[in-house]
Nanobody, 124 residues
Framework: QVQLVESGGGVVQVGGSLRLSCAAS????????MGWFRQAPGKEREFVAA????????YYADSVKGRFTISRDNFKNTVYLQMNSLKPDDTAVYYCAADLLVVRVGDKSEYDYWGQGTQVTVSS
């Protein structure tokens, strides 16, 4: 079983950048497909990005493509989400998620392990 802890959230102005981190413990991160999801108030939790075990392939929601970058450092047991050109619509609680086997990377029901979330607020 893996435990996930997100960090790096905060308040940023429109057009700014943040880098979120997700630190894993309990098991080696390299065994897991990793994803980032977000949930805004009153909305469903939605897919943001995902990365395969080796980091060779990445996937993005259309709304963040070209602005966000997911990466991982399996030696540090950490996954990152670099967020650039932030918009007010990016305001949400951001969660990292993990699972040993994921078929549909954008489907939150595919992930068994979740962090507690970190708040990102983009002010205009």
């Amino acid at each position: 079983q893996v435990q996930l802890v997100e960090s790096g959230g905060g308040v940023v102005q429109v057009g700014g950048s943040l880098r979120l981190s997700c630190a894993a413990s309990g098991r080696t991160l390299s065994a897991y497909v990793m994803g980032w999801f977000r949930q805004a108030p009153g909305k469903e939790r939605e897919f943001v990005a995902a990365i395969t075990r080796s980091g060779a392939r990445t996937y993005y929601a259309d709304s963040v493509k070209g602005r966000f970058t997911i990466s991982r450092d399996n030696f540090k047991n950490t996954v990152y989400l670099q967020m650039n050109s932030l918009k007010p619509d990016d305001t949400a609680v951001y969660y990292c998620a993990a699972d040993l086997l994921v078929v549909r990377v954008g489907d939150k029901s595919e992930y068994d392990y979740w962090g507690q979330g970190t708040q990102v607020t983009v002010s205009s």
